[in-house]
C-alpha cells in the first residue's frame, strides 16, 4: 500500500489535483446524492471508486449520463475503463482516506451504525464556471452516487469493474 508524501513534499500536480478540500466536496456529492436515492450511507467501498472516476479525465468523460445506464453496457462501450483500473484504484486509496479523515474532522461526514459513510452538513454552494474541472467533478461525483444506487451491490460493481475489495 502506498503511504502518502508530507503536504510540503508532493509535486505541485498531486497536490493541487488531489487536495483533500477538493476530495471532500467530491466525496460529499456523491455520498448525498446516495443518501438521497437509497436512504441509508454509502459503502466506504463504493466510496474509494469516487475519486479514480472522477480524477481520471478520460474516465470522468466517460460516464454515462442517465442513472439508468446499466455497468454491463457503459464497460461494453468503453472497454478502456478495465485497462489499469485496479491499479488507479489502489493508487487513490490514500487520497481517498485523507480526504474522508479530513471530512470527519470538519464535521462534513460521518460512519453510521451500519459502518456507511453519510452526510453529516451540508457545504457551501460556490457558483463554479460551468466548463470549469471543478464544476465538471461535481456533477460527475454527484451522478456516482445516484448511480451506484442502481448498479446493485457492492460486489457486483467491483467484480463488473475486474478489482476485489
Known amino acids: 500500500m502506498m503511504t502518502l508524501r508530507e503536504w510540503e513534499q508532493r509535486?505541485?500536480?498531486?497536490?493541487?489535483?488531489?487536495?483533500?478540500?477538493?476530495?471532500?466536496?467530491?466525496?460529499?456529492?456523491?455520498?448525498?446524492?446516495f443518501e438521497n436515492n437509497r436512504n441509508s450511507g454509502m459503502p466506504l467501498a463504493l466510496a474509494v471508486l469516487v475519486l479514480p472516476l472522477v480524477f481520471y479525465t478520460k474516465m470522468r468523460e466517460s460516464l454515462p449520463?442517465?442513472?439508468?445506464?446499466?455497468?454491463?453496457?457503459w464497460l461494453r462501450n468503453h472497454p478502456e475503463v478495465h485497462i489499469n483500473f485496479s491499479r488507479k484504484v489502489s493508487q487513490l486509496i490514500p487520497y481517498t482516506k485523507e480526504s474522508i479523515m479530513f471530512a470527519m474532522q470538519k464535521g462534513v461526514i460521518?460512519?453510521?451504525?451500519?459502518?456507511?459513510?453519510?452526510v453529516r452538513k451540508g457545504l457551501k454552494k460556490?457558483?463554479?464556471?460551468?466548463?470549469?474541472?471543478?464544476?465538471?467533478?461535481?456533477?460527475?461525483?454527484?451522478?456516482l452516487g445516484k448511480w451506484f444506487t442502481f448498479l446493485g451491490n457492492v460486489e457486483t460493481i467491483y467484480r463488473s469493474l475486474g478489482?476485489?475489495?
Open 11 to 33: 509535486p505541485f500536480e498531486i497536490a493541487y489535483g488531489l487536495n483533500p478540500a477538493y476530495n471532500t466536496l467530491l466525496l460529499y456529492e456523491a455520498i448525498s446524492a
Open 65 to 73: 449520463d442517465k442513472e439508468h445506464t446499466s455497468l454491463c453496457e
Open 110 to 118: 460521518e460512519i453510521n451504525e451500519q459502518g456507511n459513510l453519510v
Open 126 to 143: 460556490f457558483d463554479w464556471p460551468i466548463d470549469s474541472m471543478v464544476a465538471s467533478g461535481r456533477e460527475k461525483a454527484k451522478f
Open 163 to 165: 478489482i476485489r475489495p
